[in-house]
């Protein structure tokens, strides 16, 4: 099996046993998660924090997102351009959204956006990870694409791109493509993970 079949059959794997998870089983880890982000200082302190809408059984930002209002720190969803790159657009419970080409939901006609450069933090959903920052996405490509221009730069920098996963989601080495952008950190229900420390490194939720 060549490589891409084996990322295509990797990603089913991880997509099916995330899709089984219960209510319950979902809820806990969305707790899980907050304890783990309240490690990161950036989490109670930068001003523009992106995210994303859950879905298809992906860990919920649910308890993670009402903390920033409270803050008055700003919550931005992504929007997908005519040119396949991302925008993000500020969301707050109760603002309208409708799905996008994915069936995802998006803001409705936002009357401001901002570029992946104007963000401080963003959390990136994820299928599969690494130790190494390495991340199995869904093969579409927006988020290297978008955020490409990190790779000229000294990481970690803004903005610091934190992967969000179930645990069970962590795989031993993932190969790298040439156009994939690293994350820094990766927040589970169980451990906020450093991809820039030691190999291993990692702080127990």
Same mark, same amino acid.
């Given at each position: 099996?060549? %490589?891409?079949?084996?990322?295509?059959?990797?990603?089913?794997?991880?997509? /099916?046993?995330?899709?089984?998870?219960? !209510?319950?089983?979902?809820?806990?880890?969305?707790?899980?998660?907050?304890?783990? +982000?309240?490690?990161?200082?950036? =989490?109670?302190?930068? %001003?523009?924090?992106?995210?994303?809408?859950?879905?298809?059984? /992906?860990? $919920?930002?649910? *308890? *993670?997102? !009402?903390?920033?209002?409270?803050?008055?720190?700003?919550?931005?969803?992504?929007? &997908? #351009?005519?040119?396949?790159?991302?925008?993000?657009?500020?969301?707050?419970?109760?603002?309208?959204?409708?799905?996008?080409?994915?069936?995802?939901?998006?803001? *409705?006609?936002?009357?401001?956006?901002?570029?992946?450069?104007?963000?401080?933090?963003?959390?990136? $959903?994820? +299928?599969?990870?690494?130790?190494?920052?390495?991340?199995?996405?869904? #093969?579409?490509? =927006? =988020?290297?694409?978008?955020?490409?221009?990190?790779?000229?730069? *000294?990481?970690?920098? /803004?903005?610091? +791109?934190?992967?969000?996963? =179930?645990?069970?989601?962590?795989?031993?080495? &993932?190969?790298?493509? $040439?156009?994939?952008?690293?994350?820094?950190? &990766?927040?589970?229900?169980?451990?906020?993970?450093?991809?820039?420390? /030691? $190999?291993?490194?990692?702080?127990?939720?």
């Amino acid at each position: 099996m060549d %490589a891409p079949a084996q990322r295509r059959e990797l990603r089913q794997q991880l997509a /099916e046993r995330r899709r089984a998870l219960t !209510p319950l089983e979902r809820i806990t880890a969305a707790q899980g998660l907050r304890r783990t +982000l309240e490690q990161l200082p950036e =989490y109670f302190t930068d %001003a523009r924090v992106a995210g994303y809408w859950a879905s298809n059984g /992906e860990l $919920p930002l649910n *308890v *993670v997102i !009402p903390p920033l209002a409270a803050r008055e720190q700003q919550f931005l969803l992504p929007v &997908i #351009g005519t040119d396949r790159q991302l925008r993000f657009a500020p969301w707050q419970a109760g603002d309208a959204v409708q799905p996008n080409r994915h069936g995802i939901p998006e803001p *409705v006609a936002p009357a401001t956006w901002f570029a992946p450069f104007q963000l401080d933090l963003v959390l990136v $959903p994820l +299928l599969g990870f690494d130790r190494r920052g390495h991340r199995l996405g869904y #093969g579409g490509g =927006y =988020y290297d694409r978008s955020f490409a221009f990190l790779k000229d730069q *000294v990481r970690p920098t /803004e903005p610091l +791109l934190v992967g969000i996963g =179930y645990a069970f989601q962590e795989l031993d080495a &993932i190969d790298a493509e $040439p156009w994939d952008v690293a994350l820094d950190f &990766i927040a589970t229900e169980r451990e906020l993970i450093d991809c820039n420390g /030691e $190999p291993d490194s990692k702080v127990s939720a």
